[in-house]
């Protein structure tokens, strides 16, 4: 069975901090693994990671991916209030058509 | 682009009755739709795989009979909750995907958050 773990559970730090959130993930063939923001209601998605070692950047948000060691990482820098969210990770295997999600980082940025 | 559309955003109903939540595709065409149920600080998770004019795939140990989902066309799928009950308040979310290279994208509603009486 697929299985994504996310850490920390929630992190608290305060605004221009950096950031930076975890993801492990046992999959069977592995074919993407995803990020996601949740805040009050729907996931919005971040990036799509495919290959080990690429970086994938949006503004102060950057995502990478190690498939030998099977985990990404998400960073912020300079983190905001509007930063606050629930860091969804959740991947993708060959064959599974299907997204089997993380338990979500909690990140609260305080002014 | 990529927007996806739920509606109610919440209802609260009577044990035993039914309830319909539509999910729409509003920008491209969603060949494939999911269907999420999330408790509080939980994650989602997945109740079914619909695709366009096909049954729906249910997950193991979500009743086919009480969730109802249908597929009609390529930017609407709905989940009808037959005869609620207490235990069947949550928060569930579809979200949709389409063909090609953004396939394992999925583009998420905001969700519909059901109260059962």
């Known amino acids: 069975e697929d299985k994504v773990v996310q850490s920390p559970l929630s992190l608290v730090v305060h605004e221009g901090d950096t950031v930076t959130l975890n993801c492990s993930y046992e999959v069977t063939n592995f074919r993407s693994l995803l990020w996601y923001k949740q805040e009050k209601k729907a996931p919005t998605f971040l990036f799509m990671l495919t290959s080990s070692g690429i970086e994938k950047k949006s503004g102060r948000l950057s995502s990478i991916l190690d498939k030998k060691e099977l985990f990404s990482i998400l960073n912020i820098t300079a983190t905001q209030t509007g930063d606050s969210a629930i860091y969804l990770c959740a991947v993708y295997g060959f064959g599974n058509e299907k997204l089997t999600f993380g338990t979500g980082t909690r990140l609260t940025i305080i002014p | 682009g990529a927007v996806v559309s739920q509606h109610p955003s919440w209802v609260i109903c009577k044990s035993g009755t039914s309830v319909k939540i539509e999910c729409r595709s509003l920008?491209?065409?969603?060949?494939?739709m999911f269907w999420y149920r999330q408790f509080p600080k939980q994650s989602l998770m997945l109740m079914a795989t619909s695709n366009e004019g096909s049954k729906a795939t249910y997950e193991q140990g979500v009743e086919k009979d009480k969730f109802l989902i249908n597929h009609a066309s390529l930017t609407l799928s709905t989940l009808t909750v037959t005869s609620a009950h207490p235990e069947d308040s949550s928060f569930y979310i579809c979200?949709?995907?389409?063909?090609?290279?953004?396939?394992?994208?999925?583009?998420f509603g905001a969700g519909t958050r059901l109260s059962v009486l």
């Open positions: 920008d491209f065409q969603a060949t494939t």
């Open positions: 979200s949709a995907s389409t063909e090609g290279a953004a396939k394992n994208i999925q583009y």
